[in-house]
Structures are given as C-alpha cells and as structure tokens.
C-alpha cells in the first residue's frame, strides 16, 4: 500500500470513527436528540452540495478500498538463485552467494591480482565467468586452469551445486615494476 492509501485511510477511518461515535452516542441516549435534530432536519431539508460532497467521497474512498482488496498482493521479491529440491523440501541458494563462494577461491590463486565474478543460472547449466588482472609472473595457462579448477571444486563442494562451465578472462597483465613498487608500499 503506497503513502497516498495510507493517508486516505487513515481520514478515512477517522472519520467513520466520529460516525460511529455519534451515532452510538444518538442511539443511546448519551447525546440528546435536540443536539441532532438540526442537523438531521438540514440534512433532510433539501439540497445541500457540501453533505452531496462528503458523500460522494466516501462513496468513491469506499469504492477503491472495495476493489483493492480484490487485487493479487504481488508476491514477496525473491532473489535469483538457484533452486535445488531435497527429501525435507525446495533450497534456494542466491547467485550472490555463488559468487562470492567462487570470488573468495579465485582470491587463494597464486598471481591474481584483481577480479570480478558473474554466476548465471541458465538452461544449459549453471555458469560462472570469472574477469581477472594478474600479476604478470605466473604463466596463464596454468594459472587460468587452477582458477577454472579451484573455483568449480569450492563451489561445487560448498554449495553442492553443479557448475556446467567456468570461464576466465584476463583482463590485465601487471607490469612487473608497477606490481613490485606497489607491494612494497602495502
């Protein structure tokens, strides 16, 4: 329910509160009837815009709060993940929990400097493409095999769920000077 229905349901209820007051008050005696009468007989005296007015509104606050209650409440927003069925029920594990499961054994390779992880759920299996700066001392080929191994193996054992392929790319080869003077200061 956005801002503006809360606010017109609260005047909204506000107001049949005072009615409803008023009317048990007038019903049982605690208001006396010649507090009422004019009112009544202003009511019932003919045409008047302002009591036409206050009841059109009602009727149309009435109409709109009638009709939402029929609407389907949208359902709870779930995140993306992937879904696995067990003998005690359905587990959803998130994307974000995959990613950072395979961010964190990318992290452990010797010779990665920096990375960005996406993990994607797809039809023909579950993907994860790892986006890697390297140091520049480790040979590729060995170190983006270990990555795809690693990062398959930690997934796959903690979270227990299949990755169909894990693909690395090498963004950026550390120049050796920059990469030394740069641990040095850390």
Do not use: W
């Not at 994860?128 to 590729?140: A, N, Q």
């Not at 398959?152 to 000077?177: L, M, N, R």
């Amino acid at each position: 329910m956005n801002l503006f229905d809360r606010f017109i349901l609260t005047l909204y209820s506000f107001a049949l509160i005072v009615l409803s007051v008023g009317v048990i008050g007038a019903s049982s005696g605690l208001i006396p009837a010649e507090y009422i009468r004019p009112y009544l007989e202003q009511l019932l005296g003919g045409f008047q815009p302002a009591y036409l007015i206050t009841a059109v509104i009602f009727l149309i606050v009435s109409l709109r709060f009638f009709f939402s209650s029929f609407r389907r409440s949208k359902k709870p927003k779930t995140e993306k993940g992937i879904r696995q069925r067990s003998d005690l029920g359905e587990v959803n594990i998130t994307l974000q929990t995959i990613q950072t499961i395979a961010e964190r054994a990318a992290r452990r390779v010797k010779g990665v400097r920096d990375l960005k992880t996406v993990v994607r759920a797809l039809e023909s299996g579950n993907t994860i493409t790892v986006r890697v700066s390297v140091d520049g001392e480790t040979p590729l080929p060995e170190l983006t095999q270990k990555l795809q191994t690693d990062i398959k193996e930690q997934v796959e054992g903690i979270a227990g769920v299949i990755i169909s392929e894990v693909a690395v790319v090498v963004t950026e080869v550390a120049q050796h000077e920059n990469y030394a003077a740069r641990k040095r200061v850390e």
